[in-house]
């Protein structure tokens, strides 16, 4: 799997838009990006993913660079409750294989 | 669904004894994965199963470490003997090939102290 980059951390105001980036610039052409997040002692879960298109589901949106090289997670309005380690993973489509985290970004949210 | 289910949530062995951590996958997925997270090595794939025939087992670390999965609904992790350095959390996720985006769903997971 190609590798990601993302900060280490990062911190947002409670009910304030966060957008968490994510650098893969050896992302091949049939690579999706999978957004997981994993919430304090708990296992990991599912946020969002996408190939080219702009996505959004209730959780959050996906942001695509045209070129693909980048991505951004948009948490609209981050509540307390989205505390967690966000993990930028990119999938070949070919069934379901196992993910590849890297270390993440740990997000804090400041009431 | 109850989503997946691992038992025990918490084990604590000592040095040298049979662990066996259980998980029961979402009715209906044909993929489990079992991953281990350590604060040095974060999350890694152990071992998965694809229609309970084990696929890649080359994240298992050494031959105390084995899996199986007898049915679609049921697998186990064993280590026997058990060391201080398999002292992690331990987790088991399912999926559904060809389901959205091949997403994975996973347990709570088993922390596992080894002293």
């Known amino acids: 799997d190609a590798k990601t980059t993302q900060p280490n951390s990062m911190e947002s105001n409670e009910e304030e838009p966060v957008h968490l980036p994510c650098n893969h610039s050896t992302i091949s052409g049939t690579d999706y990006i999978h957004w997981y997040r994993q919430l304090p002692s708990q296992g990991p879960e599912y946020v969002i993913h996408g190939l080219t298109s702009n996505v959004n589901n209730r959780m959050a949106s996906l942001a695509i660079a045209e070129d693909r090289k980048s991505s951004t997670l948009i948490l609209h309005r981050a509540t307390l409750r989205d505390a967690a380690v966000y993990y930028c993973?990119?999938?070949?489509?070919?069934?379901?294989?196992?993910?590849?985290f890297g270390k993440g970004t740990r997000l804090s949210v400041i009431a | 669904d109850a989503g997946v289910i691992q038992s025990p949530r918490h084990e604590v062995t000592e040095m040298g004894q049979e662990v066996t951590l259980r998980c029961k996958p979402i009715?209906?997925?044909?993929?489990l994965f079992w991953y281990r997270q350590t604060m040095m090595r974060g999350l890694e794939l152990l071992i998965y199963?694809?229609?309970?025939?084990?696929?890649?087992d080359s994240g298992m670390p050494e031959d105390r470490f084995s899996a199986k999965m007898p049915n679609a609904s049921f697998s186990t992790l064993k280590i026997q003997p058990s060391e201080p350095r398999d002292s992690a959390v331990y987790f088991c996720?399912?999926?559904?090939?060809?389901?959205?985006?091949?997403?994975?769903?996973f347990g709570p997971g088993t922390r596992l102290t080894v002293l």
């Open positions: 996720a399912s999926g559904q090939t060809g389901s959205s985006g091949d997403t994975q769903y």
């Open positions: 993973i990119l999938r070949a489509f070919s069934g379901n294989t196992p993910l590849v």
């Open positions: 199963f694809n229609n309970n025939v084990p696929i890649d």
């Open positions: 009715s209906g997925h044909n993929s």
